[in-house]
């Protein structure tokens, strides 16, 4: 399993991105996918997951309201978009393939519950 995050870029405060992680393998369609970001100096940090069929997503209670994960199971490609970006937002975003297991589902927000990690997608926002 390959996962491919691209969209990042140099952004004006209060513009949108909208962030692509294409999957390679077979699979894609049967395991729940999370996006992360890590900001230098800080740990990384969970936003959002999506279950395998797109029918269920939770967020981190920082990413409510200006993110949204979705995906395309015939594209094999998990979104995340982003509204009305700050500064703070600042970071690098890694997609990643949720283990299928109990503990992984229990414990979503975990980076241990994710066994397969895009190289991550650098947004940087100006003020």
């Known amino acids: 399993v390959q996962l491919q995050a691209s969209g990042g870029g140099l952004v004006q405060a209060g513009g949108s991105l909208r962030l692509s992680c294409a999957a390679s393998g077979r699979s894609f369609n049967t395991y729940a996918m999370g996006w992360f970001r890590q900001a230098p100096g800080k740990e990384r940090e969970f936003l959002a997951t999506i279950d395998w069929n797109g029918a269920n997503a939770k967020y981190a209670d920082s990413a409510k309201g200006r993110f949204t994960i979705s995906r395309d199971n015939a594209q094999k490609t998990v979104y995340l978009e982003i509204n009305s970006l700050k500064p703070e937002d600042t970071a690098v975003y890694y997609c990643?393939?949720?283990?299928?297991?109990?503990?992984?589902?229990?414990?979503?927000?975990?980076?241990?519950?994710?066994?397969?990690w895009g190289q991550g997608t650098l947004v940087t926002v100006s003020s």
């Open positions: 990643a393939r949720r283990a299928g297991s109990i503990y992984s589902s229990t414990y979503y927000y975990l980076p241990t519950s994710y066994d397969y």
